[in-house]
């Protein structure tokens, strides 16, 4: 085999590129929080806990009966194509396989027409997206990104000390990328996500290319695509290809089912992912996925059924829903295009996620910029059903009169996409 990944970056620097993360756990904080055994910013409504990676303290699973739709995960799970690679790869295990990444990595860069070294696997895209935004930011590089959106970048920034311009959304809830270039003449990034969390909502490519080619220099624009085949506009990864300023963002947990397997890709100029390597160390003991990891992901971008099944499933339940929720006479946010909406509930969000909780239906949190909606992650239609009867239900009763207290619940722990990838 070659012994480069492509021009520019070797196979040593690659590995420590995947590896980075590992090396840099006490500065990242969904990797910090994996080391010290809590999260670097509390989740709301708990002390501690991530998903199952600490002890959790003294809050409590959810029963096995609730309907989980608070982390945006994909119920249907790995597709069976990709089952049937894990399963054929993992007697192949006791052997580290290499090739096996370079396989992955080559039916990615295949798809999305990028040359050899434009693209880096790692398990999940958490941990990349931390080094995406911790490589560009820092106290003379600020972050600019929107509000409301996916926390993990104003985080990051909180991390490395780097100044935060939070930017409202739109009329239309897109980034609002003019906007944003006024926020600071000179920022080290911009973080937009597309489809945005929590909204689902989309910012048109053509204003992200904008923003690309009006940015000052030296900025990077970094496009989180966690939930892009949801959607029915373009991709970004082709400004990658035109080697633009650009890192984008993509994961296997959402449309694949991958969430509990771990894999994801950073996308961008062998340049920028070598720049992982300055806010993290050698070491590959985390950032390392394995062979089964990597075949599963393999399998799921070779599967030409998976992502438009997968993706009318989605729309048709999320639309079923929403209609249901409007002629109800409900509030929702228009224009999802992701496996999530927002919903408003005349009431501050954690205290009707309480109330949801008695009613077995575990759904997800809300944001400062919009305390009075809870996004819910769309489920399969017997799930929608029972959100849609406890949904009524809580709508029903008076506002101020629910809350953990008077609910009598125990603290419980719901599964956020915080602490993912």
């Given amino acids: 085999m070659n012994s480069t990944i492509n021009t520019g970056v070797s196979r040593r620097s690659f590995m420590r590129i995947l590896g980075a993360a590992s090396a840099a756990a006490t500065s990242f904080p969904a990797f910090a929080a994996i080391q010290q055994g809590a999260p670097a910013v509390a989740p709301q409504g708990g002390r501690r806990g991530m998903g199952g990676m600490s002890d959790m303290g003294d809050m409590h699973?959810?029963?096995?009966?609730?309907?989980?739709?608070?982390?945006?995960?994909?119920?249907?799970?790995?597709?069976?194509?990709?089952?049937?690679?894990?399963?054929?790869?993992?007697?192949?295990?006791?052997?580290?396989?290499?090739?096996?990444?370079?396989?992955?990595?080559?039916?990615?860069?295949?798809?999305?027409?990028?040359?050899?070294?434009?693209?880096?696997?790692?398990?999940?895209?958490?941990?990349?997206?931390?080094?995406?935004?911790?490589?560009?930011?820092?106290?003379?590089?600020?972050?600019?990104?929107?509000?409301?959106?996916?926390?993990?970048?104003?985080?990051?920034?909180?991390?490395?000390?780097?100044?935060?311009?939070?930017?409202?959304?739109?009329?239309?809830?897109?980034?609002?990328?003019?906007?944003?270039?006024?926020?600071?003449?000179?920022?080290?990034?911009?973080?937009?996500?597309?489809?945005?969390?929590?909204?689902?909502?989309?910012?048109?490519k053509e204003d992200i290319v904008w923003l690309v080619n009006n940015k000052p220099a030296g900025s990077v624009v970094i496009i989180d695509e966690a939930y892009h085949?949801?959607?029915?506009?373009?991709?970004?990864?082709?400004?990658?290809?035109?080697?633009?300023?650009?890192?984008?963002?993509?994961?296997?947990?959402?449309?694949?089912?991958?969430?509990?397997?771990?894999?994801?890709?950073?996308?961008?100029?062998?340049?920028?992912?070598?720049?992982?390597?300055?806010?993290?160390?050698?070491?590959?003991?985390?950032?390392?996925?394995?062979?089964?990891?990597?075949?599963?992901?393999?399998?799921?971008?070779?599967?030409?059924?998976?992502?438009?099944?997968?993706?009318?499933?989605?729309?048709?339940?999320?639309?079923?829903?929403?209609e249901f929720l409007t002629k109800k006479g409900y509030k929702i946010v228009p224009g999802s295009q992701g496996n999530m909406f927002m919903v408003d509930v005349k009431r501050p969000g954690h205290e009707f996620q309480q109330a949801m909780l008695k009613e077995s239906v575990a759904i997800g949190r809300s944001w400062a910029a919009m305390p009075n909606y809870v996004r819910v992650t769309v489920g399969t239609k017997q799930e929608m059903a029972k959100f849609q009867t406890a949904f009524v239900k809580c709508m029903d009763m008076t506002p101020g009169t629910v809350n953990g207290a008077a609910l009598h619940l125990p603290e419980f722990h719901v599964p956020s996409e915080l602490y993912r990838g």
């Fill in 229 to 322: 085949h949801f959607s029915n506009d373009d991709s970004c990864i082709d400004l990658v290809a035109q080697d633009k300023d650009v890192i984008v963002m993509r994961t296997f947990s959402k449309i694949y089912g991958m969430a509990g397997l771990r894999a994801g890709f950073a996308v961008a100029r062998p340049d920028l992912l070598q720049r992982f390597t300055t806010v993290g160390g050698p070491s590959r003991s985390l950032a390392s996925i394995s062979i089964a990891s990597s075949a599963g992901a393999r399998a799921s971008l070779q599967d030409k059924d998976l992502v438009p099944l997968r993706k009318k499933i989605n729309s048709d339940i999320r639309s079923e829903t929403l």
């Fill in 61 to 204: 699973q959810l029963p096995t009966d609730t309907v989980i739709i608070s982390s945006n995960e994909n119920p249907l799970g790995p597709a069976q194509s990709a089952l049937t690679a894990i399963c054929t790869t993992a007697s192949l295990g006791g052997r580290y396989h290499f090739d096996e990444t370079m396989k992955t990595l080559t039916a990615f860069n295949e798809q999305f027409g990028l040359k050899r070294g434009y693209s880096a696997l790692f398990p999940g895209s958490g941990g990349p997206l931390d080094l995406a935004l911790m490589s560009n930011i820092g106290p003379d590089k600020p972050l600019v990104y929107g509000d409301p959106s996916y926390e993990q970048g104003p985080r990051a920034a909180d991390t490395m000390k780097a100044p935060k311009f939070a930017v409202p959304l739109t009329a239309t809830y897109a980034h609002d990328v003019k906007a944003m270039l006024k926020a600071h003449p000179s920022p080290g990034a911009y973080y937009i996500v597309n489809p945005n969390n929590p909204t689902g909502t989309m910012t048109p």
